[in-house]
Every structure is written in C-alpha cells, then in structure tokens.
C-alpha cells in the first residue's frame, strides 16, 4: 500500500473535482424536478426512488466537494482573476455565491428531517418540509452548476479580454 495522499493515489487534478463536481449537480438538479414532477403526478414509489437518487448523488457531490477544498483551497477572486470588473465580482459574491453557501448549509437538516418523515411514513410533516425544501435544493444545486461554470470558464475569459 502507498503513502500518497487519496487525490494523489487517483490522480485527480484541480480541474477533475470541480468538473465532476458541476455535473454531479446538474444531475442532482435533473433529478429534483423529475422527482417534483412525480409526486405531483402521485407516481410515489417512483418518486422515492428518483429522491433517493437525487440524495445519493448530492452525497457524493459532498464527498468529492470536501476532498477538493482539502486538496485545493481557495484563491480570492481578486487574486485568481485581477482584470475582473468590480460589478461582476459584487454580483458573484452577494447575489449568487453567499445565498448558494448559507443556502447549502441550511438545506442539509431540512433533507434529513424530509427523508426521516418519508422512512416514517409521516406524509403530513413530510409534505410539510418539503414544500419548502424543494425549492432550496433546486437553487443550491442549480447555483453550483452556475458558480462552477462562472469560475471555470466566464470569469477567466472576461479576465484574460480586460
């Protein structure tokens, strides 16, 4: 058995998780309004099935989320990309990025309190938590595609044009 560190070990570089990362959340985002729509069409053994996907895919996200921020801590925005107008860094820090974060924070008990009403068969305080839990799943996951996309690939052409 090696020392290597486990990014080392499997030979992920700081592009591979971020990309990975993007379409684990596209998926999860895909899966969510498949998931939305079944249970309003009362489809619900699909509708579980489809959640429970949805979960397990937002789980790995997770996973290969800490392991990029372990391996690969940020850089400020000011210093990644120098030639970024001011406007558009406000608009990334205030309008997506921060809501994304306390957002994402704020979903994770709200799921499991959904998923334990589910395993309970509670469909009343189910339905409850999770009229508002949808929404905020769907912002954070679809967000994520938007910040990958933004950081990976919008910022680094605006900043190398300026």
Known sequence: MTDLP?????????????TLNAILNGLATVLLVVGYVLIKQKK????GVVMCTAFAVSSVFLFFYLLHK??????RLR???PNLPDWMAYIY???ILIPHLILAVVM?????KGFWHAYKRDWARHRAINRYTI???????????????LLY?????VSAAA
């Open 153 to 157: 690939h919008y910022f680094p052409a």
């Open 6 to 18: 486990l990014a080392a070990a499997f030979e992920l570089n700081a592009k591979l998780l971020p």
């Open 93 to 95: 820090w205030f309008v």
């Open 70 to 75: 372990f391996y690969y801590p940020d850089i």
């Open 79 to 81: 210093e990644r990309f």
């Open 108 to 112: 994770l008990p709200m799921i499991a």
């Open 44 to 47: 619900y053994a699909a509708h």
């Open 135 to 149: 929404w905020v799943w769907l912002y954070v996951s679809a967000t994520g595609v938007l910040i990958y996309w």
